[in-house]
């Protein structure tokens, strides 16, 4: 059986975009393959070493949301990141095998970089090897399950490109020890904003959550951007230009059709269709919200399932690393 490995930053809730860029797929394939959920605490913590608190908090809120969102724990291994010290133990041997330039040129990187430097000034904090590191640290949470594949949003992919090549040069090195992973992309790898931007992202503030409830929704639907054109409430309108349009067809609405249509004819007001959103969306959430309801209840069961996982993917870690040692000449007195 293939193994597959993703997850996510405990830095906040999980949106729509998470939900449709991976999450779904996640959950389809969880069926098939040995299937490893980390919550990246170490990872989160690269940008938030002075917020500890935070990425405490959102561990418990990413668990949750993974479970709400359909991960099976008795198909999956949800665990936690920051517990695996195998993980630390891989990236100190892969932080040979890539240069200080390499890391820089790994465009979402770069792009981080561009991004703290608007915050915080060109002078700011300054990247920190720690940052700067982090695509290392990610090969060895693919290492370290010796992963096949890897589902992952669009912004992963120079990750997974740098993960295979440090793989590949292990490999060569110290001889085969490693799969090289391969990335798997959902149908819609990057979904776009209520305001209409490119991307959902809790920086811009355009996200529908997993978790909000129908006030919060029919306030955001409320405000999302539809065809500038379309003055008047029977003035024929571009729905490929209508964020309303773009989410009835995300979530599949199955009267996409007539929505479509009604619009192009001037047959349906902006405000009514977007009354058809929220409900719609409200529809889609309820199994996701009535599972996290389930258990945000029980807070035990939650750490027992993270408990389980962690142990499952430590054992996994464990044979991979007798494995690394023994290539690298580091199995002394065995
Ligand atoms: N970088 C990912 C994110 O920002 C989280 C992550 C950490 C990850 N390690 C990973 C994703 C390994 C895939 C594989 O959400």
């Known amino acids: 059986m293939k193994t597959i490995l993703t997850g996510d930053r405990p830095t906040g809730r999980l949106h729509l975009g998470h939900y449709f860029g991976s999450l779904e797929n996640r959950v389809k394939m969880q069926y098939d393959y040995d299937t490893y959920i980390l919550i990246a605490d170490v990872q989160a913590l690269t940008d938030n070493f002075n917020n500890p608190e935070k990425v405490r908090q959102n561990v418990k809120e990413l668990a949750l949301d993974y479970l709400a969102a359909g991960i099976d724990p008795k198909q999956a291994h949800i665990y936690i990141q920051s517990l695996i010290p195998e993980v630390a133990e891989l990236t100190v041997y892969f932080s040979n095998l890539v240069t200080v330039p390499r890391l820089y040129r790994n465009p979402t990187t770069k792009y981080e970089i561009q991004q703290k430097q608007a915050v915080f000034g060109k002078e700011g904090e300054g990247i920190t090897y720690g940052f700067l590191g982090y695509p290392v640290s990610q090969t060895a949470d693919i290492a370290c399950v010796n992963s096949n594949i890897v589902p992952v949003g669009d912004d992963q ?34 979904i776009k904003g209520l305001d209409g931007n490119e991307k959902m992202s809790k920086s811009l503030n355009n996200c529908i959550y997993l978790s909000d409830d129908e006030e919060t929704i029919s306030k955001k639907v409320m405000s999302a951007v539809t065809d500038p054109n379309k003055i008047r409430k029977d003035d024929p309108a571009n729905p490929d230009v209508c964020m309303v349009y773009y989410y009835h067809k995300l979530i599949r609405n199955p009267n996409i059709s007539t929505v479509c249509s009604e619009c192009k004819n001037g047959e349906r007001g902006c405000v009514y269709c977007k009354r058809e959103l929220v409900r719609a969306l409200m529809e889609f959430l309820r199994p996701i919200q009535e599972r996290r309801k389930y258990y945000e209840d029980k807070p035990e069961l939650v750490e027992e399932i993270l408990k389980e996982g962690t142990e499952a993917t430590k054992k996994k870690a464990e044979e991979v690393m007798k494995r690394v040692r023994e290539n690298m000449k580091l199995d002394y007195f065995e």
């Open 157 to 190: 992919l120079p990750h997974i490109e740098q993960a295979r090549e440090i793989l590949r040069k292990f490999n060569s090195i110290y001889g085969e020890t490693f799969n090289i992973p391969e990335p798997c992309l959902s149908s819609t790898p990057r």
